[in-house]
């Protein structure tokens, strides 16, 4: 699967043009505005192309929502981070390599 169709799975309204892959999956997988930003995350199993996005989880308001990817992204998955800064959008698509089935997030490390 190309890195263009799994941005348009995991984010169907963004027409940008800045794509890039990442090559470090972030494992602190903050969700929520702060400075006039914010940081989507979608898990997308690119077997069955099911998305998964993080849910809002700022640490004073949502505390026991998960914010930390505890183990490597499992190979078969991909991550999509889509940062909005104003009118401003940016994606980075990070692919899996490790070994689990399944990415596990948790509310602490």
């Known amino acids: 699967m190309t890195i263009k169709e ?3 799975l995991a984010c169907p309204a963004y027409t940008g043009r800045t ?3 990442g090559t470090r999956v972030p494992t602190c997988l903050d969700s929520y505005w702060e400075d006039g930003y914010r940081t989507y995350y979608h898990f997308v199993r690119l077997q069955d192309k ?3 996005t993080v849910h809002s989880n ?3 308001f949502e505390p026991r929502q998960p914010r930390y990817l505890v183990n490597a992204l499992p190979e078969g998955w991909a991550l999509v981070e889509q940062r909005k800064s104003g009118l401003k959008e940016s994606i980075v698509v990070y692919r899996g390599t490790g070994t689990d089935h399944s990415p596990v997030v948790s509310a602490s490390l």
């Open 6 to 8: 799994i941005v348009k």
């Open 58 to 60: 700022h640490p004073a």
């Open 50 to 52: 099911q998305v998964r």
């Open 19 to 21: 794509i890039t892959e």
